[in-house]
């Protein structure tokens, strides 16, 4: 069973800087596409950096510049460092994994197709 735990979520003021983490057990390759999702309070969830298996990586409009997502595969983690934080960044993070049979282009789109899910992190952004 593929589990996924999240954590290094917290509260900053705007500008600064978190690390999440997400430590990934159950999966036996490296053929799965990984990303970060966010859902703030009363909106729907968007996908917000995505890497494929062949470490190729993607990102939203709104974080591209500010956010790197990486992965170590042997430390089977996945990271998202985010810097420059806005308070519209305040969210709880989610890092879900499915297999690699998805276009790309869909990374950070069909959450319905994502087979597994965290629990979340939260993170709260200040101005």
């Known amino acids: 069973q593929v589990q996924l735990v999240e954590s290094g979520g917290g509260s900053v003021q705007s500008g600064g800087s978190l690390r999440l983490v997400c430590a990934v057990s159950?999966?036996?390759?490296?053929?799965?596409?990984m990303t970060w999702f966010r859902q703030a309070s009363g909106k729907e969830r968007e996908g917000v950096a995505g890497i494929d298996s062949d470490g190729s990586t993607t990102y939203a409009d709104s974080v591209k510049g500010r956010f790197t997502i990486s992965k170590d595969s042997a430390k089977k983690t996945l990271y998202l460092q985010m810097n420059s934080l806005k308070p519209e960044d305040t969210a709880m993070y989610y890092c879900?994994?499915?297999?690699?049979?998805?276009?790309?282009?869909?990374?950070?789109?069909?959450?319905?197709?994502?087979?597994?899910w965290g629990q979340g992190t939260p993170v709260t952004v200040s101005s």
């Open positions: 879900a994994t499915r297999r690699d049979f998805w276009d790309t282009s869909t990374i950070l789109r069909s959450t319905a197709r994502y087979d597994y």
């Open positions: 159950g999966v036996t390759d490296n053929r799965y596409q």
